[in-house]
């Protein structure tokens, strides 16, 4: 039996049962549960209320063609994807990914690990999240403006700044979201906050760009300071090149450490002396290149193909902020051997369950990804709040609240594993912390 609460082990068989082609999804549900059996134990009017078995199913699963014209004149069809997975403390909220391996499975374990992350953030918001197995790898500009249109004419029936609020993850950044949010204006006539991470000039707040990263260090600088410890001379690997990845180097050489290593899908890029924040951010933000153009323009560092090789690269502290099942055990190991101290998650779900397994038996201070990176679900959370208000705040003050909320959110994790009784497990005490706020507002509102 995997669970030793039996009442779980049988609502995680039905889930099994349920969802057994999607194993991105059942990896997820599966980790929530093995922490949440303990509240099980000792919450038995949430097992009354039937908390648990509602938790893992979905409110709404939407899917939809999206059919557009290529540059050639040519039709295309993708598949587009929306889950509406809790509204317990507000509305719908998570990110829309565009990625050629976006599946229902990827889209609900997205959307069932938002429900807990929202929750942490201590703001009004529930859990969602969308994609299509759209590529935007190679397409022009002027294709991307039309694969945006024919996905928001779908999914505009099915959100609103109250009801359901989207925002970019992978393949996603602000032009998609400009794109999609004229699309929605355009058809339902209303000028309101449906999506975040706007741009400036139309209602988007300062430091959303920057959020996910700087939070992702605000909370490791937490983790870190327990240790009585900091980011001072620490020698830093980041996987990824993306929004995540980005401004987590930004501010890891704030905080006074060091990136040397920093990759894409196609490899990673190493230099002893540091990676060149500016010229990394001017290559793939602007240029949209890739990293193995990095190695072209700065002789110090050198190109490896493979990304996964980049858990080689020695560190103090290892922030994975690509993709999901990105650091494996083997990954884990090497940096383990390599002395790896402290491992925080920016991406959804990039250690496997074997890789976190071998960093807590290690002592590694691990950061889970619902904890670590949800300064950028936050900093949507604020935009809302501005967009509401019709007002703005300027990024020092956003940059703050930031700050704040990813104390909080350390704090909520580290004080829930205490009080359960596993003082340090932050996946533990991440897990049980966000559930317990959903599981009481689920409560209070009767079953449905
Ligand atoms: P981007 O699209 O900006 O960047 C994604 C990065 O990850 C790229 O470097 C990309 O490389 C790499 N990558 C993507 N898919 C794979 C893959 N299958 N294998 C290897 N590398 C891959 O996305 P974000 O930075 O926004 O998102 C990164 C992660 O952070 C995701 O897990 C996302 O869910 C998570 N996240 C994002 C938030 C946000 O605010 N944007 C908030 C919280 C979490 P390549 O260019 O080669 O594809
Ligand atoms: O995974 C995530 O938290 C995001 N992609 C951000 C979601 C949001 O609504 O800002």
């Known amino acids: 039996m995997e669970f030793k609460n039996e009442y779980l082990a049988k609502v995680y068989e039905n889930v099994v049962k349920r969802n057994s082609s999607e194993p991105e999804f059942l990896q997820a549900v599966k980790e929530v549960f093995e922490s949440i059996e303990l509240v099980a134990d000792k919450r038995q009017d949430f097992v009354d209320a039937g908390i648990f078995d509602r938790i893992a199913e979905p409110e709404r699963f939407i899917m939809f063609r999206v059919s557009w014209l290529d540059d050639n004149g040519k039709v295309q069809v993708n ?44 703001l009004p918001m529930g859990g969602g999240k969308g994609g299509a197995d759209f590529d935007p790898k190679g397409k022009s500009d002027n294709e991307i403006m039309k694969f945006c249109q024919a996905f928001m004419t779908e999914l505009q029936k099915y959100i609103g700044a109250d009801t359901d609020v989207p925002a970019g993850d992978i393949g996603v950044g602000a032009r998609e979201i400009g794109y999609m949010f004229g699309q929605y204006k355009r058809i339902r006539d209303e000028f309101t906050g449906v999506l975040t991470g706007k741009g400036l000039h139309y209602g988007g707040s300062l430091a959303r760009k920057q959020a996910t990263g700087y939070g992702l260090c605000y909370f490791t600088r937490e983790m870190l300071a327990t240790k009585n410890d900091s980011f001072d001379g620490k020698t830093v690997v980041i996987s990824g090149s993306g929004n995540v990845a980005l401004y987590a180097c930004e501010k890891v050489y704030q905080l006074g450490g060091k990136v040397v290593a920093m990759s894409d899908s196609n490899g990673y890029v190493y230099d002893e002396n540091g990676i060149d924040f500016k010229i990394m951010q001017q290559l793939k933000e602007v240029e949209k290149k890739r990293v193995k153009d990095y190695a072209d323009i700065v002789k110090t560092a050198t190109y490896v193909e493979g990304c996964r090789n980049i858990w080689n690269v020695k560190c103090d502290i290892a922030l994975p902020c690509a993709t999901q099942n990105e650091l494996d055990e083997n990954g884990a190991k090497e940096l383990i051997a390599n002395g790896v101290k402290y491992v925080a998650e920016g991406a959804n779900m990039p250690s496997t369950p074997e890789a976190v397994e071998a960093f807590l038996n290690a002592g590694v201070y691990f950061g889970p990804a619902k904890a670590a990176n949800a300064g950028g679900v936050a900093t949507s959370g604020l935009e809302m709040s501005q967009n509401s208000m019709r007002l703005s705040w300027t990024f020092e003050e956003v940059d703050e609240k930031l700050n704040g909320i990813m104390k909080g959110i350390y704090k909520a994790a580290y004080d829930a594993a205490k009080e359960y009784g596993c003082e340090g497990n932050l996946v533990k005490g991440a897990n049980i912390a966000g559930f317990l706020k959903v599981a009481e507002a689920m409560k209070s509102q009767g079953v449905m």
């Open 79 to 122: 598949r587009g994807y929306r889950v509406q997975f809790n509204s317990a403390i507000g509305p719908y909220k998570g990110g829309i990914r565009f990625h050629p391996t976006v599946n229902a499975s990827v889209i609900k374990f997205l959307g069932f690990e938002q429900t807990f992350k929202n929750s942490l953030t201590g």
